[in-house]
Each structure stands twice: as C-alpha cells, then as structure tokens.
C-alpha cells in the first residue's frame, strides 16, 4: 500500500522528494563507489563553472533559480572538500568569485562520464518520453507567476467564506 501514490496530486511534493531522494541516494552511492566525495546536488555548480570562468555566487543563485544563503553554504561544502576556489571580486568587495579547483578540473572528465550516464539512466526511467519536463516547466512557470503560498492562502480564504 503506497500511501503518497493513494493521495494523488495531493501529495505531488512528497511523491516529487520521495523520487529525487531515491535518485539521489543513488548517485551518492554510485560517487562513493567510485572513491569520490562528492554530493549529488553539487553537479549543478560543477556545470555552470566547468567552463573555467569565476562566477560570483549571486550569479549561481539566479541562474540556478536557489536562493542565496543555499548557494553559499553549497559552495562552501564544496570548497571544504577542494572542489571550488572562492575569491573576493577585485571591483566588488561584497562579490566572492567561485571556481573549479585544479583538484575538480582534473575530475571533470570522469565526472562528465558518470554525469553521462546518469543521463541516460534517466531516459531510460522515463523511457525516452519527455513530456514530464512540460508539465515541470508549467509548474514552475505557473509558480513564478503567483506564488504558491498566495495560491493556498487565497483557497483557504475562499473555503473559509463558504
């Protein structure tokens, strides 16, 4: 009996986090098998950077649409384990610049490999069909519009005059 499955879209954000944490749990086992100490959610920094630019961590935020205070403690695990370097911008004091250490450019080819793969074990999951990230993209469109709080307040007030 798969109580989240029986709430339907009621539970859309349980059964979301249920999915990812499974991935996710997942490709940590995968790093550690294969001697890296490295998180799942750290990829996303690891593309934006592996270009070689110094990005400032405002940018990562925005780009990667997470509030600033998460970036920051992202970066800062990775710098911890060697994987980033972090400077304070020249023109920008406030601005600490982030990028790859030599330690994580030297990783990027084999990271990309295992980023690969990944990438097609998910295809596969959603045997090639891609209409999944249509409806993410409404969703997430849908709530930069109206936010989903305003969106639960408003039903609640609603339910409330009724």
């Known amino acids: 009996m798969d109580f989240i499955k029986e709430l339907g879209y009621k539970a859309l954000d349980s ?10 749990h997942d490709v940590r086992k995968f790093y550690k098998e294969q001697g890296l100490d490295i998180e799942p959610n750290w990829y996303l ?3 934006l950077l592996r270009h070689g630019e110094a990005v400032p961590i405002a940018a990562i935020a925005e780009r990667l649409g997470y509030a600033h205070p998460s970036v920051v403690i992202l970066v800062r695990k990775m710098a911890e384990k060697k994987y980033l370097l972090v400077k304070q911008d020249s023109k920008d004091r406030r601005q600490q610049l982030v990028s790859l250490s030599p330690k994580a450019a030297k990783l990027l080819p ?8 990944c990438e097609k074990a998910i295809l596969q999951v959603l ?6 990230l249509r409806h993410l993209d409404q969703i997430d469109a849908a ?6 709080h305003d969106r639960f307040q408003q039903a609640y007030l609603d339910s409330s005059i009724s």
């Open 15 to 24: 059964r979301l986090k249920r999915i990812s944490d499974r991935i996710a």
């Open 45 to 47: 920094v690891f593309m």
């Open 110 to 117: 084999q990271l990309e490999k295992i980023w690969d793969s």
């Open 127 to 132: 045997a090639d069909d891609l209409a999944i």
């Open 143 to 148: 709530l930069k519009t109206r936010s989903f």
